[in-house]
Each structure stands twice: as structure tokens, then as C-alpha cells.
């Protein structure tokens, strides 16, 4: 009996160790240490996302839409604090002031950005 014992703890240890090297146990371990530079990735791929949509797709040109990017980042960090009714009616101004300049689908997009702001900073606090 007291081999059988020693034999599955031995068992259970290896597999414990197995699983402590496995490549899939390693990637989980970065991704937990890292998830906040991981959602600023993810923010950063959203902008330059909406940027490169923006002058390619709606032929817009760089500087107005940089400024508006970052107009919109700035928006998330000063009101992130602030309850979802105010974030909703921010989305309602911005697109009502696309549809009124006629630029619809790119407020539409920079609104996009404002809420994936809104969610990182929420993420990571």
C-alpha cells in the first residue's frame, strides 16, 4: 500500500511539473503579468486602426484626424470616472456633430476609439 501511495503522489507531482513547463502554462503566466501593456496594445492598434481607415477609406487628411484621435483619448482619461448616462450622451454629441459637419462615418469611428478608451482604462483600474 505505502508503495502505491508514494507511486501516485510521485504521479501527481510530475504531472504538477509537466504542466508548470508546458509552453500553454508559460503563455497564461506572460498574458497574466502582462495584461495591462497587453489592452494598450489593443488601444493602439484601435487608433492607428481608425487613422489608417480614415485617410485611406474616407481620404481625410492626417492632421485633423490625429487631432481628433487624440482629442478623443484625452476625453477617456478625464472622464472615465464619470457614470455610463454622461458616456452615452458623449457618443450622442459626437456623432451629432459628424452628421452635422458631414462627417459621419469618421465621428462614428472616433467614437469607437472613446469607448475602447473608456473600456482599457476601466480594464486596468
Known amino acids: 500500500m505505502s508503495e ?3 507511486q ?13 513547463k508546458s509552453p500553454g502554462a508559460v503563455v497564461g503566466m506572460v498574458v497574466r503579468e ?15 486602426l481608425v487613422i489608417l481607415v480614415s485617410m485611406i477609406t474616407l481620404q481625410m487628411s492626417v492632421v485633423p484626424v490625429c487631432v481628433i484621435v487624440v482629442i478623443e483619448a484625452a476625453l477617456a482619461v478625464c472622464l472615465h470616472d464619470v457614470p455610463i448616462w454622461l458616456h452615452g450622451l458623449v457618443i450622442i454629441a459626437q456623432i451629432i456633430a459628424g452628421v452635422l459637419c458631414g462627417a459621419t462615418v469618421f465621428m462614428v469611428l472616433c467614437a469607437l476609439i472613446y469607448v475602447v478608451g473608456i473600456l ?3 480594464f486596468i483600474h
Open 4 to 6: 502505491t501511495e508514494n
Open 8 to 20: 501516485v503522489k510521485e504521479e501527481r507531482i510530475s504531472i504538477k511539473e509537466r504542466r508548470k
Open 34 to 48: 502582462n495584461k495591462s501593456m497587453l489592452v494598450l496594445f489593443g488601444v493602439i492598434v484601435a487608433v492607428l
Open 120 to 122: 482599457a482604462l476601466r
